[in-house]
């Protein structure tokens, strides 16, 4: 076959491109992951005085969504939050990213709030060493502190019920 | 005068087209030296902007662009941190993908020797090439397909 080699290379080419469609470029791999969570110790949301920290989770399985009111993606996201809070214990903590917190608090009276606590990063630098550059993030912590996950742009029903759940569950069983 | 007139408006518009360069992203910096400037500067184009992907930092608008500009200042300023020391803190935080020259690895392997790879095979296609023709040699005059086409042509007239 005189076409063969061509052919091949071609195909390959193909396949290559083929694949490179079906990625998501904005997905990029979390350096962040097996690591201990990034510390802060940032002001709670109408919490008068109470601070929000990383450390003080140690020996529970947790969640931080990272969010703002100025997000549209993070609106979509929102009912999938409220949901999650409702229909099992996820622990779930907020970090409120660049953002008011008068229009934080606005927007939580409005549609809910599912967060155990919200910590305000007004300046994003809790932002940065949590590696954020596209909100909607989340992050699974284990027992022992240490980042799990991270999902980048919003939750979806089918990522909590298919990803987010059974990861947790998983965590849960696994110890500190 | 009508040559005047044209070369006030050309004045003009060169201004104009000038003027956009003073609106860049870029802050206006202090340095305590031009080393240190330098360094800030070089820093700003070797990393890479994570919300405008194809723009180092240097020249994206995004915001965390602007914060991540703010961050290398102070690092560099403040705290006295070389190139390296500066690349690893956004190293640890958002993965090789902040440099635009990640170092040679597993995972990188295929990037840095994808174009010597390419090259490679199209020398071999083109060495391949270059042989079959030289192989072939001069066509040989047949004088039945020569007298053929003549047949073919006088039926033509």
Redo the contacts between chains.
Sequence with gaps: MRYA?PLG?FVLLLGLLWAGLGMN?RE?????LGRPA?AFRLPALAGQGAQVAPADMLGKVWVLNVWASWCSACRSEHQVLVDLAKRSQVLLLGLNY?DQPADAGEWLAQFGNPYAAVALDA??RAG????V??VPESFVVDQRGVVRRKFTGPLTAETVSGELLPLLEKLRAEGG | MRGNNWSRWLLLMCLWAGAGYGQTAIEVRQFSSPQQQALYEGLLTELRCLVCQNENLADSNAELAGDLRNEVYAMVTQQGLDEQAVKTFLVQRYGNFVLYRPPVQASTWLLWGGPFVMLLVGGVALWRVARQGRAVGPVEDDLSQRLAARRLLEDEE
């Design positions: 080699v290379i470029p990029i791999p979390s350096p962040l990034p660049k300046d994003g940065i060493d949590w590696g550059y596209g």
